[in-house]
């Protein structure tokens, strides 16, 4: 069975007013997905670690992430989705981009439902 491992990393503009809409941003690859991979050789930690390198400056010891899901997309794949708080860092990706809502809306990307459902669930405790 493959395991898909999926990345979400939020983060908060605090200068701004919780309802403006630039307040809330999300992480997304350059063409506009959340990061991912698959655990091939290597265990779920160096997994994890090796795709957040490719994508962030900062240490992973730092990023602080968390099991959010886990769930069984077909019978022969799975998905473990992992989250975490970033503070805002001038220049802390390699690649990628921070998204509003706005931006997301302005740009027409979506999001698939299962990754608002959890975002939606979890917003709380970013």
């Known amino acids: 069975m493959k395991v898909k491992?999926?990345?979400i990393a939020v983060q908060r503009q605090k200068n701004l007013h919780f309802s403006d809409p630039n307040y809330f941003q999300i992480f997304f690859t350059d063409d506009n997905k959340l990061p991912s991979t698959y655990i091939l050789m290597r265990d779920t930690h160096?997994?994890?670690k090796e795709m957040l390198e490719k994508y962030?400056?900062?240490?992973f010891d730092w990023m602080s992430t968390k099991v959010m899901d886990?769930?069984?997309i077909n019978q022969d794949e799975c998905e473990v989705v992992y989250a975490s708080y970033?503070?805002?860092?001038?220049?802390a990706n390699k690649s990628g981009k921070f998204i509003s809502d706005k931006e997301?809306?302005?740009n027409n990307i979506t999001i698939d439902p299962y990754?608002?459902?959890?975002?939606?669930?979890?917003?709380?405790g970013f």
């Open 56 to 59: 962030f400056y900062t240490e």
């Open 46 to 48: 160096e997994t994890l």
């Open 70 to 72: 886990f769930r069984r």
């Open 5 to 7: 491992l999926t990345y």
């Open 86 to 91: 970033m503070p805002c860092i001038g220049n």
């Open 115 to 124: 990754y608002e459902e959890l975002l939606s669930r979890r917003s709380r």
């Open 104 to 106: 997301l809306e302005d």
